[in-house]
């Protein structure tokens, strides 16, 4: 168990040893999006942009242009709305490898509140064209995620969070571009198909593994690729549904939740889809704990709205 | 690569003339297009094209030529004009210029036009890529030169600002910006007096060679149409790479549709489309069909 922004930091700079290609463009946060890590190993290729997001972007795809793959430090917030415009033009367009590395996404980021709690970075980095959108579930994912990027050649959107989550995946996992990843069959025939995104794929394990116990047949898709999607692959885990629940750490509004919609309309899917998210409205500061329950993504709200979806629910 | 050293106004400004001519045609062909920005700009971009550039248009890509970026991205007729009088593409190709199925975009497009180091459009990009570039060529020891030419409306843009700051913290002496000062944008301000709206001079209240010094810049002011001023004020530019630790920034007073009676300093040519008629005028002041001597 460790911080996405902690292998991140940890993994690119192990990759700058042989990866001369590499280089880390900060928006004055560092210390907070373990840059710091990097910029201590390789001080030489740090460049340090201060508090002007905007102008870190054009940095950045500038350096692109002479054969750099420059990662941006920075939060999510910044990165997908100050810089959105810098970020379409200059990256999306022009397919420059430039890597986003977007620190303290979701929900979870440390108390700042609403003002810095990334919730529509999915909805909005996808809309982009040549943008890779990730969210990974986990330290594992996430440093699979940062290696596979380094060959990439194109921007990628990573979605990193703050603080650690319990494991998903073990050592050997290996990341495959567009692909779901099924972490429980829940038998031939589920009673309810359930597909999460990032981090809060580690809540829905445990929020899954209470309603099993239970006797109830639960599938469970982890999608850490939010865009280019493999259909056919998802569709495979959602034929036959009766009922889907997609659970994010972000909006409800054009996140995981639009992307399954999406697939199950256009295959004409019968299923009942429930998207369990944020609302679409602003959230506050507090701890983790206080946020994820009063804002419905704790494992026991996960919980009850899968119970909800079977029919079982025991009013509390 | 090579860049000409041999100072021959007479030749750049024959060169300009026809630039000119181009941009009046094609915005005429493709009844759609800028002409202001292009025409106060095209004296700038002749004498970094024809004299100025360590370029090879027959090798655009070459990694250790020179960089310039229309950071004023709607003025891109102008900068196409000069790329195909300079031998980037056939000259005939600018009557596809906002075409369907064009390499001559609306605002310039890096992934399909030759020659053109930057994608832009969307104002007060420019100078920040053109900045990244110049840190990265720093890192790679390579020693070639970024231009950048922005707008004096352009400028507006607060992240232009960002770079202005930053740049001089990375001793950028390998960056150069040339704002082209016509003092005139799309609308203006609400001032009363003139016309509806007073539309004149962006930066008018600005001291802009004070406040780029102020960051730590480099400042020359020059005449943007006086081929003497633009050359001394590049050569100056060029013989201080590497030494100075400072970005600089051309201040170039120019005029806005410069070059033709009938669009020259009014905002009413912004963009538009002349007529037959106004290209004929266009044509004889433009001196096109006394043209002799080869451009390129």
Same mark, same amino acid.
């Given at each position: 168990m460790k911080a996405q922004r902690a292998v991140w930091g940890d993994t690119l700079t192990e990759l700058a040893e042989t990866d001369d290609r590499i280089v880390v463009v900060d928006g004055d946060l560092a210390t907070s999006t373990m840059a710091v890590t990097f910029a201590n190993a390789h001080p030489e290729r740090f460049v340090q942009a201060g508090i002007a997001e905007q102008n870190m972007v054009g940095i950045a795809f500038g350096m692109s242009t002479l054969g750099y793959r420059p990662w941006l430090s920075s939060f999510g917030v910044f990165l997908t709305n100050r810089a959105l415009d810098q970020v379409r033009m200059l990256v999306s367009q022009t397919k420059a490898p430039v890597r986003l590395a977007a620190a303290y996404t979701g929900l979870l980021n440390g108390a700042s509140g609403k003002t810095h709690q990334d919730i529509e970075d999915l909805s909005v980095m996808r809309a982009l064209p040549n943008m890779t959108v990730l969210a990974p579930a986990d330290e594992t994912e996430a440093e699979a995620m940062i290696r596979w990027a380094a060959d990439h050649d194109g921007p990628v959107y990573l979605r990193l969070a703050r603080d650690a989550v319990a494991d998903v995946f073990d050592s050997g996992y290996e990341f495959r571009l567009g692909a779901p990843v099924l972490l429980r069959a829940g038998g031939?025939?589920?009673?309810?198909?359930?597909?999460?995104?990032?981090?809060?794929?580690s809540r829905t394990v445990d929020a899954i593994t209470t309603i099993e116990s239970g006797g109830r047949s639960v599938r469970h898709v982890h999608l850490p690729t939010i865009k280019p999607l493999d259909e056919d692959a998802l569709w495979q885990h959602l034929a036959g549904a009766t009922d889907v629940v997609t659970v994010e750490e972000h909006s409800v509004v054009g996140g995981l939740g639009d992307v399954v919609a999406a697939v199950l309309a256009g295959r004409a899917s019968?299923?009942?889809?429930?998207?369990? =998210?944020?609302?679409?409205?602003?959230?506050?500061? =507090?701890?983790?704990?206080?946020?994820?329950?009063?804002?419905?993504?704790?494992?026991?709200?996960?919980?009850?709205r899968i119970r909800d979806v079977l029919g079982e629910r025991v009013a509390a | 690569m090579t860049r000409n050293d041999a100072r021959d106004v007479e030749h750049l400004e /024959? $060169?300009?003339r026809e630039g000119r001519w181009r941009v009046l045609e094609t915005v005429a062909t493709s009844k759609a297009g800028h002409i202001g920005g292009p025409m106060s700009a095209m004296d700038l971009m002749v004498a970094l094209y024809f004299h100025q550039l360590?370029?090879?248009?027959? %090798?655009?890509?070459?990694?250790?030529?020179?960089?310039?970026?229309?950071?004023?991205?709607?003025?891109?007729?102008?900068?196409?004009?000069? !790329?195909?009088?300079?031998?980037?593409?056939? $000259?005939?190709? !600018?009557? %596809?210029f906002d075409h369907g199925d064009s390499r !001559?975009?609306?605002?310039?497009?890096?992934?399909?036009t030759p020659g053109v180091d930057s994608s832009t459009g969307s104002l007060g990009q420019g100078l920040s890529a053109g900045s990244g570039?110049?840190?990265?060529?720093?890192?790679?020891?390579?020693?070639?030169?970024?231009? $950048? $030419?922005l707008g004096d409306g352009e400028i507006e843009e607060g992240m232009v600002w960002e770079t202005v700051i930053h740049a001089p913290r990375y001793g950028l002496d390998n960056l150069t910006a040339i704002i082209d000062l016509n003092g005139l944008q799309q609308y203006g301000w609400p001032a009363g007096e003139h016309d509806r709206y007073d539309r004149s001079e962006p930066m008018g209240h600005v001291n802009l060679p004070a406040v780029f010094r102020g960051f730590g810049w480099n400042v020359i002011e020059i005449n943007g149409h006086d081929y003497d001023e633009i050359l001394d004020a590049y050569a100056e530019v060029d013989a201080a790479r590497g030494t100075t630790g400072k970005p600089t920034a051309i201040i170039?007073? /120019?005029v806005k549709g410069n070059g033709v009676s009938f669009t020259r300093a009014t905002f009413k040519w912004h963009n538009g489309v002349p007529t037959d008629e106004q290209l004929d005028t266009a044509r004889a002041e433009l001196l096109i069909d006394q043209k002799t001597e080869a451009l390129a």
């Open positions: 031939d025939a589920p009673e309810v198909t359930v597909v999460s995104t990032g981090v809060q794929t019968g299923a009942r889809l429930t998207k369990v =998210g944020l609302a679409d409205a602003w959230a506050e500061s =507090g701890p983790n704990d206080f946020l994820l329950e009063k804002y419905g993504l704790s494992v026991d709200r996960v919980a009850d | /024959t $060169v300009a360590r370029i090879d248009p027959s %090798t655009p890509q070459d990694p250790d030529r020179d960089r310039f970026i229309l950071s004023k991205g709607h003025s891109a007729i102008g900068l196409y004009s000069v !790329l195909a009088l300079r031998g980037y593409f056939p $000259v005939e190709e !600018l009557a %596809t !001559l975009q609306g605002h310039p497009d890096m992934k399909l570039m110049a840190i990265a060529a720093k890192m790679q020891g390579k020693d070639f030169h970024t231009w $950048v $030419v170039a007073h /120019t």
